[in-house]
């Protein structure tokens, strides 16, 4: 079955980097645009990043764009979140997902998170 595993999360000074990791199985992951979402308590859930299936497109929501940059390598079915210059403001769960299209349709599948906290 379906599954991706987020990896990588922890807590960080103001200003330090972290990258977080996604690992993915029970699909064609060389098919399938990622995404990377996250949700901080008592704020809606964000779209944070996401990469074409080549991995040659990416865009990014504007309160993370020029510190964080997903990528991700199909020979190790991962898609990796490097997030620099973090702010207290990141803090949050980072969830990764993936939209699978089948015989009944499209159907959304999310990792379990990893907690991302930044305070000093």
């Known amino acids: 079955q379906v599954q991706l595993v987020e990896s990588g999360g922890g807590l960080v000074q103001p200003g330090g980097s972290l990258r977080l990791s996604c690992s993915a199985s029970g699909f064609t992951f060389s098919m399938y645009a990622m995404t990377w979402y996250r949700h901080a308590p008592g704020k809606e859930r964000e779209l944070v990043a996401a990469i074409s299936s080549s991995g040659g497109n990416t865009n990014y929501a504007d309160s993370v764009k020029g510190r964080f940059f997903i990528s991700r390598d199909n020979a190790k079915n991962t898609v990796y979140l490097q997030m620099n210059s973090l702010k207290p403001e990141d803090t949050a769960g980072y969830y990764c997902?993936?939209?699978?299209?089948?015989?009944?349709?499209?159907?959304?599948?999310w990792g379990q998170g990893t907690q991302v906290t930044v305070s000093s």
């Open positions: 997902k993936v939209d699978l299209v089948g015989l009944l349709g499209r159907k959304a599948y």
